[in-house]
């Protein structure tokens, strides 16, 4: 398994600003995945998150409104910018450890835009 | 693409008692199959997961089982217990891919 961690794990955020949230693990992981999780919802992939290129991101969700980045194998990056109320969920990193399809993880940022 | 419906949306049983959560697919791709458990404010929990060459597999109070001619699998909680009151989320794996499709989750509760 892996141990995933992730910053801030709440915030509170005005409309019209950005938070970006950090997501780290314990050991070197193949894939890094970013999932949105509205209210009383299921997990909705945002995109994978791959090491020295640009992130591959899922229908609906394009690069402006969620940069990622990921410097190495282990740190990620997802940011929420120009944030509305809408955008209020729970936001969890996601790692597959070396090819096994098994993913775990993080304990997610719970983000709430007023 | 994939696409996984999950029911009951809430299970309410007796302490003691079995607890089934079911989860059809539609891509018949599809090889592998996770249970996540969510408490609440906490990320979700992998608990078992499947593969396509398995039919059933079981971890002490937990089984899954799958029948890929229907396209089904199945999550049977055995012996509840209150710690078992969660979210539980089943997922499909697309073949070839790494990209995991979630049910709409399974709000169980387990009664004293």
């Known amino acids: 398994s892996a141990v995933i961690s992730q910053k801030p794990s709440r915030d509170i955020c005005q409309r019209g600003t950005s938070l970006t949230i950090q997501c780290q693990v314990d050991s070197q992981v193949t894939m890094m995945f970013w999932y949105r999780q509205q209210p009383g919802q299921s997990l909705t992939l945002i995109a994978t998150?791959?090491?020295?290129?640009?992130?591959?991101?899922e229908s609906g969700f394009v690069i402006d409104k969620f940069p990622i980045s990921r410097p190495n194998l282990t740190f990620s990056t997802l940011t929420v910018s120009n944030m509305s109320p809408e955008d209020s969920s729970i936001y969890l990193c996601s790692v597959e450890v070396v090819s096994s399809d098994t993913q775990y993880f993080g304990p997610g940022t719970r983000l709430t835009v007023l | 693409g994939e696409n996984v419906e999950q029911h009951p949306s809430t299970l309410s049983v007796q302490e003691g008692d079995s607890a089934v959560i079911k989860c059809t697919y539609s891509?018949?791709?599809?090889?592998?199959f996770p249970w996540y458990k969510q408490e609440l404010g906490k990320g979700p929990q992998l608990i078992i997961d499947?593969?396509?060459?398995?039919g059933e597999k079981k971890d002490q109070r937990i089984a899954v089982t799958l029948n890929k001619t229907a396209k089904h699998f199945s999550l049977h909680i055995t012996e509840t217990q209150p710690e078992d009151s969660a979210v539980y989320f089943c997922?499909?794996?697309?073949?070839?891919?790494?990209?995991?499709?979630f049910g709409t989750g399974t709000q169980l509760k387990v009664e004293l």
């Open positions: 499947i593969r396509s060459n398995v």
């Open positions: 891509d018949s791709a599809s090889n592998y």
């Open positions: 998150a791959n090491q020295g290129s640009e992130a591959t991101y």
């Open positions: 997922a499909g794996l697309t073949g070839g891919g790494n990209k995991l499709t």
